[in-house]
């Protein structure tokens, strides 16, 4: 071997560890292209789909009492009542989202009501906006479709945030009163938001696609959520899904109610959030699930699980009534500062929610024992003012005469007293004539009042 073989060998030595490297990379490298690759699973997306009864559209987000801005009356579909959430032409809403100069966005599925006639009335709500607004799945794009109409009263429609019908009028809705025509629907998702307002009187909407020769368009993926952009769809069909799903909160129920077994109900309430996450039973099952928890004496459990419905579920609507089971737990462990601080969060966090006035209550009866009278008579009178004529009304000022005799002024809280006997007695031979229900809780607030009046309580 001469000198120039024994240097070409060496070398060739040198770069073994070099080449090994080189070679294990590529291998690799080949494993990774021909080897199945992990993929994110599919996510889930609940659809409806038009009815049968003509392809009308009745599964919607809405968001309602968006207040007129009067500089605009009379051409009301010109005004932008979600320019702070990035607009009407931008807005992507989610269930339980909040908007500014509106109620929380909420799921409503109109032919679970039932309207046989293919529109949806609102509750009448004078001199204010609704939006509507829904995510429309196309499996390929539609053309030449008509979009057919019908409002109480003035009606503005943006798809995909261009404007493609504008009404200003004031009149009591119909089935296709108006038609747009040359309408596309884009393969994959389209965003449809109606707004309508309210001047007076009823207040309602009907909405359908039709093809060019006027048949009904019944195939499109009527959603209430989409995933991010390049995320796999699994579609679910909404109605079988929430029907399983309610059988079987329903199933949780009965075990509590006809066996007495909260254990055995909790545990079922947990079936129906790992079965059906995305139903609409899901985050009313983790509150019920809470409450039997509280039941079997498990208060630990039970925040935790308060706790879980507020972090998988923070638009659902039990999470105010989750606020509410907290606060209850909190006042029985005799922490008053936590239950004080849980209703502020819901009266702060929860505009519009019908639990507020009764978390007021609570409120001031612990600012009053929390001695702070200043507070609980500041509370009570903001029930007064913004709730007149109401259960809580009546309440709020017995609990007033209840904070001046604690502050040893004996006339001005019998004064108070015997007002709220007369309230509770109006009311309940006027506005709640009807309700026995009520009548019994301002019968029983009278009692209570007039016993102190005589001493006896």
Not at 155 to 161: A, E, H, I, K, T
Not at 216 to 240: H, M, Q, W, Y
Not at 313 to 320: I, R
Not at 403 to 427: F, G, S, V, Y
Request: proline fraction near 4%; glycine fraction near 8%; include cysteine.
């Amino acid at each position: 071997m001469n000198q120039t073989e024994k240097e070409h060998m060496t070398s060739q030595r040198g770069l073994g560890p070099l080449r090994e490297s080189l070679l294990i990379l590529a291998a690799m490298l080949i494993v990774s292209l021909v080897a199945p690759q992990a993929h994110a699973a599919p996510e889930d997306v609940i659809y409806y789909t038009p009815t049968d009864e003509g392809g009308f559209i009745l599964d919607w987000l809405v968001s309602r009492l968006h207040i007129f801005d009067y500089a605009y009356l009379g051409g009301t579909t010109l005004y932008d009542a979600l320019e702070s959430e990035g607009g009407e032409k931008n807005i992507e809403p989610r269930a339980g989202m909040k908007a500014a100069k509106g109620l929380p966005w909420q799921e409503c599925h109109y032919k679970i009501a039932g309207s046989a006639r293919g529109a949806f009335e609102f509750p009448p709500a004078s001199m204010t906006l609704t939006y509507a607004f829904i995510y429309v799945y196309a499996d390929e794009e539609m053309k030449d479709l008509l979009l057919c109409t019908g409002s109480d009263d003035a009606l503005l429609v943006l798809l995909n945030g261009e404007k493609v019908q504008q009404i200003q009028m004031q009149r009591g809705y119909a089935v296709d009163q108006d038609t747009a025509s040359g309408i596309t629907l884009r393969k994959g998702w389209n965003r449809l938001l109606c707004k309508i307002d309210d001047y007076g009187g009823g207040h309602g909407l009907c909405v359908r696609f039709k093809t060019a020769d006027s048949k009904p368009v019944t195939d499109l993926k009527i959603c209430l959520s989409r995933p991010a952009d390049n995320v796999e769809i699994n579609f679910i069909p909404g109605v079988t899904y929430e029907a399983e799903a309610a059988h079987l909160l329903r199933e949780a129920m009965k075990i509590n109610a006809e066996q007495g077994d909260a254990a055995g109900a909790e545990k079922t309430c947990r079936q129906v959030v790992a079965k059906y996450p995305k139903s609409n039973a899901a985050p009313e099952a983790l509150y019920q699930a809470a409450r039997f928890l509280s039941q079997l004496n498990k208060p630990d459990d039970a925040l935790k699980t308060f706790d879980e419905l507020s972090t998988r579920y923070p638009y659902a609507k039990w999470v105010e009534d989750a606020l509410i089971g907290r606060a209850d737990i909190y006042k029985a462990k005799g922490d008053l500062d936590a239950a004080r601080k849980v209703f502020e969060l819901l009266i702060v966090n929860h505009e519009g929610s019908n639990l507020i006035p009764d978390a007021m209550i609570d409120l001031a009866r612990i600012q009053a024992q929390k001695g702070d009278p200043d507070g609980s008579d500041s509370t009570l009178n903001e029930v007064r003012r913004k709730l007149p004529d109401t259960v809580q009304s009546v309440q709020a000022l017995e609990l007033l005469g209840d904070n001046r005799k604690a502050q040893n002024q004996p006339n001005e809280a019998k004064a108070l007293w015997k007002q709220t006997i007369d309230e509770a007695k109006a009311l309940s031979e006027g506005k709640y004539i009807w309700y026995v229900n009520v009548q019994a809780v301002l019968q029983s607030i009278s009692d209570s009042s007039r016993a102190k009046i005589e001493g006896k309580k």
